[in-house]
């Protein structure tokens, strides 16, 4: 039973890219949706569209700008390689940086619509209140949009699980460094090993219904208990 | 000392109109702002409340809260505000909504004391009946003993029992904290119980102003008394005609004749007047 030997290399390095890409953008992500919510600016519509271009764009597409944008041979790429020593493609931190534009709608989307949802009253009662837009968002507009927070935070870990052009573009195949399971189920079909990429297949099926599942059990107790009209 | 001076273009559902409002309110007044809905009403409290633009000016004795370009912003008026729909942090306690605006613990207390909310101070706001909601909003509104209170029809939403217990409440509170209160309403006899000035709006304009006494009570001639109401239905008994009609929360019958019936049609707002008879009062027994 040699071929049904699991090397979870895949797995781990599809999770901990997950885990680092939903915290980066979870970080990024807050003020810019908080700021697309509340704002009358003319310029929202134009940075609505390029914020969603991601879902759009084939990610070879996305994933080939960005391959360009932090090789060697471009400013950004050259500038990094020659200050801090760091290559930006074909290694984790190249992976990295692609995810976080590639999953950057699938954050701020679900945010957005948390805060545009809220009460515009009890927002201006904060701010009657003498706080900062700042505090209100952190004190009031958060706490009130948890079930967004959790969507938003799931789905963007599930979608950068779930990515493949991009990381191939940007990131190759390099075990342990590059290679995410999604790479790897490619890899086994390429070789016609098909026992070995149902196996990847079923354990990435598995796992996605179940972090979906979860969120729609959570977010509906959730709505249950702070009694949403 | 309250000094507005503003002016603001509206658009409104019959096109753009324009609100121009100048009005000194003195200290510790209750003002009642009235008028139908549309004309202005909530915008003046809006821009008062430093959440809406307007050009002129706004004073508050001699701190200018908006002048030319400069516009003090909301934080910094100290301001309190109730809001028709309570807008309470859903997220935080009874007790939390009101030391969020404040920390001051012995306020706080005081005043769930005095709405005889105590007792709910760790529940959630949606966990409560609209009317104590609403108490919770006046106590939030009152924990920066704001010099201005400002009221967007609080009590439009509420039964009339409660009403009349938040009446109250809110009277309650102007006087001990020695507010001057603004309140949006469109109810003549919380009018009259509470404010003791009142000002209508009409599409933007002060078409009105004086005591609630002075505007709201107006009989012609040798009328004893005159009563607002909606003329519901036209009934024919024999040879006359009863008239029913709605006032306030009751429902009374007048006797027309053949010709009134034909004069008046129903859904008509309607003027019940008397002159021959002088009204009896009596206490409610209940």
């Known amino acids: ?229 | 000392m309250l000094d507005i001076q503003i002016r603001k273009t509206l658009l409104g559902s019959a096109g753009s109109m324009e609100l121009d409002v100048a009005l000194s309110i003195k200290e510790h007044a209750f003002v009642a702002l009235a008028g139908k809905s549309g004309s202005g009403k909530t915008t003046l409290l809006r821009i008062l409340a430093g959440l809406e633009s307007a050009e002129g000016s706004v004073k508050v004795d001699d701190v200018v809260w908006q002048e030319g370009k400069k516009v003090l912003p909301s934080q910094k008026r100290g301001i309190g505000f109730v809001f028709q729909d309570y807008a309470l942090f859903t997220n935080m306690s009874v007790e939390k909504n009101l030391l969020y605006v404040c920390k001051d613990e012995t306020l706080a207390e005081e005043l769930l004391h005095m709405t005889e909310l105590t007792a709910l101070k760790d529940r959630l706001p949606s966990s409560l009946s609209g009317g104590q909601q609403q108490r919770v909003s006046l106590c939030r509104a009152m924990m920066k003993r704001p010099k201005l209170l400002l009221m967007d029809e609080p009590l439009s939403a509420l039964d009339p029992e409660m009403r009349s217990k938040l009446q109250h409440d809110i009277l309650n509170l102007h006087k001990t904290f020695g507010t001057t209160t603004v309140m949006v309403s469109h109810d003549p006899s919380e009018i009259y119980r509470l404010a003791d000035y009142m000002v209508v709006l009409d599409a933007g304009k002060i078409v009105k102003k004086g005591t609630p006494k002075e505007v709201m009570l107006k009989t012609q001639g040798s009328q004893k008394f005159s009563l607002r109401g909606e003329l519901l239905d036209i009934i024919k008994a024999d040879v006359i005609y009863i008239a029913v009609v709605s006032i306030g929360q009751q429902i009374v019958e007048v006797v027309m004749d053949s010709e009134e019936a034909r004069a008046f049609s129903v859904g008509e707002s309607v003027l019940i007047s008397t002159k021959a008879f002088s009204p009896t009062i009596s206490k409610l027994v209940v």
């Open chain 1, 1 to 229: 039973m040699e071929f049904m030997s699991l090397d979870f290399a895949p797995f781990l390095l599809s999770f901990k890219l997950a885990g680092i890409t939903t915290f980066i953008l979870f970080i990024i992500a807050i003020p810019i949706s908080w700021w697309l919510s509340q704002t009358k600016c003319r310029c929202k519509p134009f940075v609505e569209a390029v914020s969603s271009l991601p879902i759009v764009l084939p990610p070879s597409v996305l994933g080939f700008y960005i391959l360009f944008a932090l090789s060697q041979n471009s400013p950004v790429g050259a500038f990094f390689e020659e200050t801090f020593g760091i290559k930006l493609v074909f290694n984790f931190t190249g992976l990295v940086i692609a995810s976080v534009f590639y999953s950057f709608p699938f954050m701020v989307q679900p945010l957005q619509g948390g805060f545009e949802s809220l009460n515009k009253n009890m927002l201006e009662a904060s701010y009657m209140a003498g706080k900062s837009r700042f505090e209100t968002m952190y004190r009031v507009a958060l706490p009130n949009i948890k079930p967004a927070v959790l969507t938003a935070l799931i789905v963007t870990f599930a979608h950068t699980v779930g990515e493949f052009g991009v990381v191939l573009m940007v990131g190759g195949s390099i075990p342990g460094e590059t290679k995410v399971a999604s790479v790897a189920i490619y890899e086994f079909v390429e070789s016609m090993d098909y026992a070995q990429a149902h196996l990847y297949s079923a354990i990435m099926l598995v796992m996605s219904f179940s972090v979906l599942l979860a969120v729609y059990l959570f977010n509906a107790r959730h709505t249950r208990r702070i009694g949403v009209r």
